[in-house]
């Protein structure tokens, strides 16, 4: 028992995808002079909100394929000769035929990630490393002491302390109005609370992955998809839902792009820039990392040898001029027309195993600038956000096939429509329920539409400082809020009249942006309020930290976050 004691005690909170990736590190790490206690709020590991029914219903499906998914034990096409086999009838899957390269159904996928868990905690015991886990368990709190360095985790029955944490809390939706206000849905998730008939017309904001999540739930609740003659996919409306529509409000009126086949599967290049020479740019440039030069390096040059032709086409356009190129050919044509040609396109790409290579480009950038982005300057950080991201966001969704022939189904019966609005647009609840749409137009005209049902579908929200769940971290400034300096004193003046903004001014007169979520430096241990690392608190939890990493790369940020944690607990070992 003395000897267990001595053990370095590691807490991760939360028992999803990143909770996953971060005990593999641990168990494979080589050391077994610690033990770990995992705090999950739900009842099993591995899946957490995406791939449980917290996230899905049957009907949705993973957006990467088994050649995609960085590996954590065991292969899908290995794991399945081993799955039960009640699982692989309910889910129409069979050993013999499985391709990597299809997508999953998101369900299935969370019964892979709970079986991966399984197989790590096996080796665990067998390298005598214990692991503890508290199932059914809320932490509702983590404080942190200076002196001692321990770290004080809270549940509704226990207080525990720890050498390590690691927050690993993954997806959260705050509530707004959902259960106050009739009819109005915060987030689609849990997709069953959808699973009803509507007989009027839904309002859905966002065209994102969310947006499609809960199109597929209401339409299987509202009719049915079948193939006709010529073997395409149709859809009848239920006869007790007439009047049954799903009008999609999306920015600019845009689609997410369809998914295609990735040259290389896990978002890694040999042309992006190591840390040596990001390190040797920003010691040249006062500190800050230049957008201008991630993009030229980290995508740009990338086609000098794959495609000579598109790099001769975009050598001269700065990100704007090639953010509004892209646009233009995505606003100018109808969107779903556009959608069934990328569709066409996709299915080409998919079955050559031919890449669209400008679109992976622009997933390996989004990926590759995810991780230095708390360098770029207050001015780059708006250009990325309100130019760049937009784009990316729209492209490197990777809808999968599946979706997009319910999607064009919906359309082609005259279910699914979308409607084009701008920043200005405003959702007001209304008390005795539903919502009214505003929407601005030409001359700042203003047309209001009132939706009895309204879903709001962009995605999980970028959280805030003052969001961050752990009350003890925020009143003590063991956390800090995301920030970023400006290099232009005159813009930071000029942003700080914007109302929307907040900006700030330190003892030297340099002007900060607050962004969303906290600070964190590049091992992911947070920052205290002297803008120093706490060396024995890290977070993964991407809502909470989107301002100093803006892309949501899904399993492969696990991965790549997982790996600096791990390396950076036992960097005195």
């Known amino acids: 028992m003395e000897f267990i004691k001595l053990k370095r005690k590691i807490a991760i909170v939360g028992g999803g995808p990143s909770a996953l990736f971060m005990y593999k590190r641990l168990i494979e790490s080589g050391f077994n002079h610690f033990e770990v206690e995992i705090f999950e709020k739900n009842n099993n590991l591995g899946s957490g909100m995406p791939y449980s029914p917290l996230g899905a219903n049957i009907e ?154 809960a199109i597929r739930t209401l339409a299987r609740s509202n009719g049915c998809f079948y193939k006709n003659d010529n073997d395409v996919l149709e859809f009848r409306s239920d006869e007790n839902s007439p009047e049954f529509k799903i009008i999609m409000h999306s920015r600019n009126g845009l689609l997410p792009a369809v998914r295609f086949h990735l040259e290389d599967s896990h978002l890694n290049s040999d042309s992006i820039l190591t840390e040596e020479e990001i390190l040797l740019h920003r010691k040249k440039n006062d500190g800050f990392l230049s957008l201008d030069f991630l993009f030229q390096k980290n995508f740009k040059d990338a086609f000098i040898e794959k495609d000579y032709e598109f790099y001769k086409s975009i050598k001269d356009l700065s990100i704007e001029e090639f953010v509004d190129k892209m646009m233009d050919l995505r606003e100018r044509i109808e969107p779903f027309l556009l959608l069934k040609a990328e569709y066409v396109q996709a299915e080409k790409s998919i079955k050559r195993h031919e890449s669209i290579y400008w679109k992976e480009m622009l997933a390996v950038l989004s990926f590759a600038m995810n991780h230095p982005a708390k360098y770029l300057s207050a001015e780059d950080i708006q250009r990325l956000q309100k130019v760049l991201m937009p784009l990316i966001s729209l492209v490197i969704a990777f809808v999968p096939q599946e979706s997009c022939s319910e999607l064009l189904a919906l359309h082609q019966a005259g279910i699914l429509q979308i409607v084009s609005v701008g920043e200005d647009s405003v959702v007001e609840p209304v008390i005795e329920g539903g919502i009214k749409y505003k929407l601005y137009g030409d001359h700042d005209k203003e047309n209001i539409f009132y939706y009895e049902t309204f879903i709001d579908c962009i995605g999980q929200p970028h959280l805030s400082y003052e969001d961050f769940p752990f009350k003890s971290m925020r009143d003590r400034k063991i956390i800090t809020p995301a920030t970023f300096r ?68 899904g399993l492969d940020f696990c991965e790549a976050a997982s790996l600096r944690i791990v390396q950076s607990i036992f960097a005195e070992v």
């Open 486 to 553: 400006f290099k232009s004193t005159e813009i930071a003046k000029s942003t700080l009249d914007a109302a929307s903004c907040i900006v700030t001014e330190d003892s030297n007169h340099n002007y900060y942006l607050r962004a969303s979520g906290i600070a964190i430096n590049d091992n992911y241990q947070i920052i205290d309020q002297y803008g120093a690392y706490i060396k024995n608190v890290y977070i993964m939890a991407v809502p909470y930290i989107s301002g100093f990493n803006p892309d949501y790369s």
């Open 60 to 213: 949705h499906v993973t957006n990467v394929s088994d050649n995609e998914i960085p590996k954590i034990v065991t292969s899908i096409s290995e794991w399945i000769h081993t799955a039960p086999k009640n699982l692989l009838e309910k889910f129409k899957i069979c050993p013999d035929n499985f391709s990597e390269y299809k997508v999953l159904p998101r369900l299935f996928f969370g019964h892979y990630l709970t079986a991966q868990f399984e197989l790590l905690q096996q080796s665990a015991v067998s390298k005598s490393i214990y692991t503890q886990v508290h199932y059914g368990t809320t932490v509702t709190d983590i404080d942190y002491d200076k002196r001692s360095k321990e770290i004080c985790i809270k549940t509704s029955d226990s207080i525990s302390q720890f050498d390590d944490v690691i927050i690993c809390t993954g997806h959260n939706w705050p509530i707004r109005y959902e259960g106050k206000i009739k009819g109005y849905y915060d987030a689609p998730y849990p997709p069953s609370k959808l699973a009803k008939q509507f007989n009027h017309s839904v309002a859905i904001r966002g065209s994102s992955l969310t947006a499609i999540d």
